[in-house]
């Protein structure tokens, strides 16, 4: 009975082990950005009995810059961990004399400049020894490696020429028009409180016009209006000061 015994819990054991290092998971994260800062994280999922890691991550360096790291994980904190960038890939590697129990979370964020394109986070597993884990006795733990990229959430928008305020006879016709390069999508809005709060011009006369680039405004009436065009959701501004306002007055 006792050998019986003894072989089930040497069972159990080893189905304890594989199950253990079997199903570790290293995931670089896919994020969206305009051009600017970024900040992509890198997971591990079910990442336990871990005594060393070697990941080397390829990018495109004609869309990012590698400017550094934030958020480490407290257990790479033990040990030795180094991280560089060499040419068009980040390389991290750590170890430590006694394994870690990470679970499911972020090992680190890599923090990129981007030029607002869309470049694949792809790691580097056809190169022996790259992209590597194992337990603190240097035995490999399987790890499947999923990659991530940066996406880019569109151009920046530019002003190249900015609506100007006119006088109009009553009853005429005007127009307001903006040049916008980068910009998909347009909204002409309308305040009656001198900018403290705006409404979308309807697409109804006397407007045309609404979501172009310029506005059509017909027989004239009302003695004043603030004006101002939403470009891709923001609301226009050339100095970064303040909405771009604009306004018509009547000649009665």
Known sequence: MKIIYGFLLIIILLLTCNNVNSQVIITAGTVTSCPGNV????????GYGIGAISLVLDYDPAVLTYTGYQDLNQNLNTGMFVINSNGNKVVISW???TSANFGSTVLLNLNFVTNGGTSPLTWSTNIEGNCELADNNGLPIIVTFTNGAVNSAGQSLILSSNPVNKIVQEGLNT???LSV????????????????????LPYSYPYS????ATLYISSLTSLRYNKH????????????SGYCLFHYLLCR
Do not use: E, K, R
């Open 229 to 240: 065009c939403i470009t891709d959701g923001f609301p226009y501004t050339s100095d970064n």
């Open 39 to 46: 900040s992509v994280p890198v997971y591990i999922s079910d």
């Open 95 to 97: 170890i430590t004399t």
């Open 181 to 200: 390069t980068g910009a998909t999508s347009y909204q002409w809005q309308s305040s009656t409180d001198n900018g403290l709060s705006w409404a979308d």
């Open 209 to 212: 016009g609404v979501t172009d």
């Open 175 to 177: 127009s307001f028009s």
